[in-house]
């Protein structure tokens, strides 16, 4: 007999255990049965989360479920560890009615197994059509990272119905041990909502005809936080369906998606309304950006509030000043106003802030019309500085360079101000009419005829503009 047959024999068979027992890290003491690497079964539930109302974004609590249509139809779910898909979920929800009309809440998983460690989950719900779900494979290298796919305006494809079902994706770290038991997912939708209302102060009905939300992003990173580049922030939706509002009766336009828009400049409303064949009004938002899966209330209101002009007229070279001058509404002319100067008579204008309306000097001006012949808008009251296209500011001077031509000619205000939370641009036309002197009744000043400042101060007066 051989002795070292029976030595032998059973270390042969113990040598795949004391390999295991190598790789794991057992101990001799330890049961090598044992040492195998921890596995689990478990279950994964994916969800949409609810939306954020961006009014109150701090209060998690603010938040509301989407609408029918606004949930998941198709999806996929990756456990990613170092760049190898080692568990991906793909469910057949061909026959789920829910799914098909894209109203699939949830959906949960049956038993999955696991290796203990951490993972990098990704779940997509609605994007198969954007990147085929069939070139991730499980046990193989991701092809393309999610964080490098880009989708081009889904907003402006699910306003115009070419886009059905809402992207929506989400990605987190997960720590798997032996006890996990479930994962649970949230999916965000990958566009925002906005929710517009359109009220007046106006006591008599007002025809809209059209409102546009511009400034939102083209494109939209699958993963958020992802980089994304060249991004164009030159979106906008339209609404042309015609309505009617007056003061305490606003209009809700039907509820539209726009792109997640990081942060940058605000976002432009335009309205345009039949009033005296056509006047559009001109807001910016406070807000400048749009996440993901929010809600964005946004009431827009035309305030027809009080904007303050006061004018002085001057006769020159006398240095007499005419008396009661105003500005006043040209009738059948929305925005449309009229000075009346003697020919060849000095004008200052100055725009007054009023009833909490601030208005940017920065921001305003006054455009002379190119084809006015014998008409000057300068800084200064002196008639014999040549006149400029315009002038920035709340206040110009200008005069009128012929004193035997009687014509109207228009120059253009661009009234910018603050109302609120939210800025608002206007332009207005103002005709300068220039009539015979003698129409017109004058108190004397100290006025040259070089200088041309005024030291006598008019009476004032008020004209009601619409504002947008």
Same mark, same amino acid.
């Given at each position: 007999?051989?002795?070292?047959?029976?030595?032998?024999?059973?270390?042969?068979?113990?040598?795949?255990?004391?390999?295991?027992?190598? #790789?794991?890290?057992c101990?001799?003491?330890?049961?090598?049965?044992?040492?195998?690497?921890?596995?689990?079964?478990?279950?994964?539930t994916?969800?949409?989360?609810?939306?954020?109302?961006?009014?109150?974004?701090?209060?998690?609590?603010?938040?509301?479920?989407?609408?029918?249509?606004?949930?998941?139809?198709?999806?996929?779910?990756?456990?990613?560890?170092?760049?190898?898909?080692?568990?991906?979920?793909?469910?057949?929800?061909?026959?789920?009615?829910?799914? %098909?009309?894209?109203n699939?809440?949830n959906?949960?998983?049956?038993?999955?197994?696991?290796?203990?460690?951490?993972?990098?989950?990704?779940?997509?719900?609605?994007?198969?059509?954007?990147?085929?779900?069939?070139?991730?494979?499980?046990?193989?290298a991701?092809?393309n990272?999610?964080?490098?796919?880009? #989708?081009?305006?889904?907003?402006?494809?699910?306003?115009s119905?070419?886009?059905?079902?809402?992207?929506?994706?989400?990605?987190?770290?997960?720590?798997?041990?032996?006890?996990?038991?479930?994962?649970?997912?949230?999916?965000?939708r990958?566009?925002?909502?906005?929710?517009?209302t359109?009220?007046t102060?106006?006591?008599?009905?007002?025809?809209?005809?059209?409102?546009?939300?511009?400034?939102?992003?083209?494109?939209?990173?699958?993963?958020e936080?992802?980089s994304?580049?060249?991004v164009n922030?030159?979106?906008s939706?339209?609404?042309?369906?015609g309505?009617?509002?007056?003061n305490?009766?606003?209009?809700?336009?039907?509820?539209?998606?726009?792109?997640?828009?990081?942060?940058?400049?605000?976002?432009?409303?335009?309205? %345009?309304t039949?009033e005296?064949?056509?006047?559009?009004?001109?807001?910016? %938002?406070?807000?400048?950006?749009?996440?993901?899966?929010?809600?964005?209330?946004?009431?827009?209101?035309?305030?027809?509030?009080?904007?303050?002009?006061?004018?002085?007229?001057?006769?020159?070279?006398?240095?007499?000043?005419?008396?009661?001058?105003?500005?006043e509404?040209?009738?059948?002319?929305?925005?449309?106003?009229? #000075?009346?100067?003697?020919?060849g008579?000095?004008?200052?204008?100055?725009?007054?802030s009023?009833?909490?309306?601030t208005?940017?000097?920065?921001?305003?001006?006054?455009?002379?019309?190119?084809?006015?012949?014998?008409?000057a808008?300068?800084?200064?009251?002196?008639?014999?500085?040549?006149?400029v296209?315009?002038?920035?500011?709340?206040?110009?001077?200008?005069?009128?360079?012929?004193s035997?031509?009687?014509d109207?000619?228009?120059?253009?205000?661009?009234?910018?101000?603050?109302d609120?939370?939210?800025?608002?641009?206007?332009?207005? %036309?103002?005709?300068?009419?220039?009539?015979?002197?003698?129409?017109?009744?004058?108190?004397?000043?100290n006025?040259?005829?070089?200088?041309?400042?005024?030291l006598?101060?008019?009476?004032?007066?008020?004209?009601?503009?619409?504002?947008?």
């Open positions: 007999m051989n002795p070292l047959k029976h030595i032998m024999k059973p270390a042969l068979y113990l040598l795949p255990w004391l390999g295991l027992a190598a #790789l794991t890290g101990s001799w003491e330890e049961d090598p049965a044992t040492c195998l690497p921890e596995t689990t079964s478990l279950q994964v994916v969800s949409a989360r609810q939306e954020g109302d961006l009014n109150s974004r701090a209060d998690e609590n603010q938040t509301e479920g989407g609408e029918d249509g606004e949930f998941m139809n198709d999806l996929c779910v990756l456990f990613v560890q170092n760049n190898v898909v080692k568990l991906k979920l793909q469910p057949d929800l061909s026959n789920d009615a829910s799914a %098909t009309a894209g699939l809440e959906w949960t998983s049956g038993e999955q197994t696991l290796e203990a460690g951490t993972y990098t989950v990704y779940a997509f719900a609605n994007t198969n059509k954007d990147y085929d779900y069939q070139k991730w494979k499980e046990d193989a991701m092809l990272a999610p964080e490098e796919i880009v #989708l081009t305006d889904p907003a402006g494809d699910l306003n119905g070419t886009r059905k079902y809402i992207p929506m994706a989400a990605k987190e770290e997960v720590k798997i041990t032996a006890a996990t038991r479930s994962v649970s997912i949230g999916l965000d990958l566009v925002a909502k906005v929710r517009m359109v009220s102060t106006s006591q008599e009905s007002v025809t809209v005809k059209n409102v546009t939300f511009s400034g939102y992003a083209d494109k939209v990173s699958l993963i936080d992802a994304l580049s060249s922030r030159d979106q939706y339209s609404y042309d369906t309505f009617q509002i007056s305490g009766n606003p209009e809700h336009i039907p509820e539209f998606y726009v792109n997640e828009t990081h942060p940058g400049a605000p976002f432009s409303i335009s309205v %345009t039949d005296n064949q056509g006047v559009t009004y001109l807001a910016t %938002t406070k807000l400048d950006n749009l996440p993901r899966n929010s809600i964005y209330p946004l009431t827009l209101n035309l305030n027809q509030s009080e904007l303050d002009i006061t004018a002085e007229v001057y006769l020159v070279p006398i240095g007499a000043a005419v008396e009661d001058c105003k500005v509404p040209v009738e059948g002319q929305q925005d449309t106003y009229r #000075l009346r100067i003697p020919a008579g000095l004008f200052k204008m100055q725009l007054n009023r009833n909490g309306i208005y940017d000097a920065g921001g305003c001006s006054w455009e002379n019309d190119p084809a006015n012949k014998y008409i808008l300068t800084t200064s009251g002196n008639t014999e500085a040549g006149g296209p315009s002038v920035t500011g709340t206040t110009v001077w200008g005069y009128s360079s012929a035997n031509i009687y109207e000619y228009p120059i253009y205000l661009t009234a910018k101000w603050t609120g939370t939210n800025n608002f641009t206007r332009k207005y %036309t103002i005709l300068i009419a220039t009539e015979d002197m003698f129409n017109f009744d004058y108190v004397e000043t006025t040259n005829a070089n200088m041309a400042s005024p006598y101060l008019n009476k004032e007066y008020l004209n009601m503009f619409i504002k947008k």
